[in-house]
């Protein structure tokens, strides 16, 4: 999970309000963060799918060589997300740009005042010892299309501008009654807020097995930046969300 439930973050209704992401700023050529090779760092964790899909964009578009990675623990506990070498736990990669110990760090270094959630992935500015951007959607964007010149696969397009449609709309419907919707149920604190959204994931479900009966892809006949957001989601139903956030139809009887 990418973070905890708090109280300010469920409505009145018992549901789940997503806070939106605070640093939001992006990389290009004419702006204060332009594209350079082994200028920005990647902080993830393994267990999130959020952070999950920047991965896999990095990895796909070959900017493993230019952007650097670390991998917290992949358990969050009372302080957030904590780093721990890979001797302590296999697939851990420790923040080798500070050295800090916690995530929150990072966001303490960017705004001392910050009050938000901890939140990973993050893609951070080594030079200015800045967070550039904490929201997953818009970090994918930039590694499918700001880093061409130094990327191992620049012609792979994951938003192409034919596509760019219909890619929105599936990612909207996809986002609320998938990516979002197993959170909605899966932390509401009211019992006709989780049946609402068990029942919103179990139809969004149906909808997607329909497009992809048809074809591989959901947004035609290559692969996009939709298909990745239903990845990172989809291979942890059935560990996860199925019966820990209780996604399924079965549990409301």
Known sequence: MSQKVFKADVGEKGDFQRKASVFRSTISKDGPFPPEEDRYHLYISLACPWAHRTLIVRNLKGLDNVIGLSVVHYLMLEKGWEFADS????????????????????????????????????????????????ESSEIIRMFNSEFNEFAKNPELDLYPEALRTTIDEVNARVYDG?????????FATSQQAYEENAKLVYETMLWLNEILNNRKYLCGDTLTEADIRLFTTAI????VYLGHFKCNLVAQR
């Open 236 to 239: 942890r139903h059935d560990p």
């Open 178 to 186: 998938f990516n979002n919707g197993v959170y909605k149920a899966g």
């Open 87 to 134: 001797d302590e736990v296999p697939g851990c990669i420790p923040d080798s740009v500070n050295n800090f110990k916690l995530v929150r760090e990072l966001y303490f270094q960017s705004d001392a005042n910050y009050s938000g959630r901890f939140t990973v992935p993050i893609l951070y500015d080594k030079k200015t010892k800045r967070i550039v951007n904490n």
